[in-house]
């Protein structure tokens, strides 16, 4: 009896030691964290300053862009976001960050982005001589040659899409005239076109979602994967240790299954006919010019995963925007509607070249969308190499996380006048406008990044909104049918953000971008 007496009050004092020393841990990793740690100087709020779940869970919720402004306007230019990771919101800091000589490399972070341990893709490559390398390759597939290439692919899609927004209604008595249609979910209907149109580029198969309900699904995997990557991007152990199969067992799956299909797409795109001429048909081609090596069929399977992804996000947001804005800004549309159809005589005619280059402030107004509501919202990680990063005269150590919010700084009011305004007019040099003006806008614009691991897409992403705005902008009208619908109560975690979301198009930041909305009626175009 004394012997299990004596065993018991063993276990008790050795569970109150290790209780203790649990305490005394703690409390020291918290006081070295917040005084000793090398980037303890610089302010934030305090559970970012301790650990990285202050991030995991805004992205979690989906407001980590807002709340990256918000802490900008709370503790200034130099925010510690993480307990290695500061954020910055100055012109400087975006070529400090991510110009061409910057001393920095992709963060670990971007392990985040792996489609499997052998299929790293570009966006996921750390390593600067790997990485380079796969850009080499990667831009050959979006040079301005093989763009031009698969126009018509762009071209069939864009014009499937204008005709599903007003069909031609025949029943009236004045044919020259049409009534407005039901109104639509702009958001969904962008997602479904912008998909269609990376997937046939892609994966040389056509989905027709915009008719066949049954294909949509698809999207549905795609959010869940980027999701699972913006929220392990904040804490990429939870990635790497495969945390995410105990914390979010569905998420993973539904994110497996993606991965999935777009393995098949990928071998039944390698079974095609060789003559096809689109995005796989130049990556599948690509040699880069030092190595005289492609990719590996992993590389290709990574590659396109990520491009299904990042490339329709990108374009349905910006799409989805520009309606939102327009619809809502009657002046602006109706001069940009003007601009457009006094540049072509049918849209038809609508094609890249120098006459959509010319429609000045069609461009001003896809920028003015995409500066207000990015497709990524987020800071874009890069990681500190050996002897440092200056940043605005803030030495930021080797191995310590480095970025810029998007979001945030395109909403800074040093570079964009009364920023919660859409204002394309600050994109265009004029009697009010100083080119100065617009210099300062474009030192700051983020949309797309920049430097050497900036978006490869970025030209087609722009050719595919210019166009398809164009052909949009020509056809038909639009008008804003959103104050019919029911009211939608504001969501509960946007009580703690300033109450500007009436004029703008808000967006979820789960890496790229959640969206709903707006609900707009369409007709063809009164002569």
């Keep these: 009896m004394d012997f299990n007496i004596s065993n018991a009050a063993l276990a008790a004092r050795l569970a109150s030691g290790l209780g203790i020393a649990l305490v ?93 341990p052998t299929a790293h893709d570009t966006q996921s490559t750390v390593d600067k001589v790997a990485h380079a390398r796969k850009r080499r390759v990667l831009g050959q597939a979006f040079s301005d040659s093989a763009i031009r290439s698969f126009e018509d692919h762009v071209l069939g899609h ?27 979910n702009v958001a969904s209907l962008c997602s479904y076109v912008s998909f269609d149109l990376m997937a046939e580029l892609v994966f ?49 799956k539904l994110r497996d299954q993606y991965v999935g299909v777009s393995k098949k797409l990928a071998v039944d795109r390698m079974n095609m006919d060789s003559k096809r001429r689109d995005l796989f048909s130049h990556i599948l081609a690509a040699r880069d010019p030092q190595t005289g090596k492609g990719f590996t069929m992993d590389e290709i399977w990574g590659e396109s995963t990520l491009l299904i992804i990042a490339g329709s ?35 038809d005619d609508i094609r890249t070249g120098q006459t959509l280059t010319s429609c000045v402030y069609l461009r001003a107004c896809i920028d003015e969308s995409l500066r207000m509501s990015p497709p990524v919202g987020g800071a874009l990680w890069r990681e500190a190499c050996a002897g440092g990063v200056n940043i605005n005269g803030r030495m930021i150590p080797k191995g310590y996380d480095v970025g810029v919010g998007i979001y945030a700084i395109q909403h800074n009011p040093v570079y964009y006048p009364d920023p919660f305004r859409y204002n394309p007019e600050r994109w265009v040099v004029s ?47 639009m008008k804003d049918m959103t104050a019919t619908e029911p009211a939608v109560p504001k969501a509960k975690y946007l009580s703690g953000y300033k109450d500007h979301f009436a004029s703008e198009y808000l967006l979820r930041d789960r890496f790229t971008s959640w969206k709903d909305g707006p609900m707009v009626s369409f007709r063809v175009r009164q002569m």
């Excluded at 402004?69 to 990771?85: A, F, Q, S, T, W």
């Excluded at 913006?230 to 914390?247: E, H, R, T, Y």
């Excluded at 349905?316 to 457009?340: I, N, Q, W």
């Excluded at 430097?451 to 009208?477: F, H, S």
Aim: net charge positive.
């Design 431 to 477: 009697e009010t406008n100083t080119k100065e003006s617009v210099d300062l806008a474009r030192s700051a614009f983020s949309a797309f990044s920049m430097g050497p691991v900036g978006c490869v897409g970025k030209n087609l992403a722009y050719m595919e909104l210019m166009v398809t705005m164009a052909r949009v902008l020509w056809t038909v009208d």
């Design 158 to 184: 864009v014009k499937a899409f204008v005709t599903h927004l007003a069909p031609a209604d025949v029943s009236t008595e004045k044919p020259q005239e049409s009534s407005w249609s039901a109104p639509a």
């Design 313 to 347: 996000d990108a374009i349905s947001t910006g799409m989805a925007g520009c309606f939102f804005y327009l619809s809502r800004h009657p002046g602006a549309c109706a001069k940009v509607s003007a601009e457009v159809r006094r540049a072509f005589p049918s849209a």
């Design 204 to 252: 040389g198969k056509a989905f027709h979602m915009l008719d066949l309900v049954d294909n949509r699904f698809i999207i549905d995997l795609i959010q869940v994967a980027a999701f699972r990557v913006g929220v392990c991007l904040q804490m990429p152990k939870l990635a790497i240790m495969n945390l995410d199969k105990i914390f979010t067992p569905n998420v993973r």
């Design 24 to 116: 005394v841990y703690i409390i020291s990793f918290v006081t070295y964290r917040l005084t000793i740690h090398p980037l303890a100087k610089y302010p934030g709020p305090l559970l970012a300053r301790i650990t990285n779940l202050y991030a995991v869970y805004h992205a979690y919720i989906g407001d980590l862009h807002l709340d990256m402004l918000k802490c900008h306007e709370i503790y200034g230019e130099c925010v510690r976001y993480g307990p290695n990771k500061v954020i910055f919101d100055t012109n400087t800091a975006v070529l400090d960050v991510y110009g061409r000589t910057a001393n920095v490399q992709k963060s670990t972070a971007y392990r985040a982005f792996e489609t499997s």
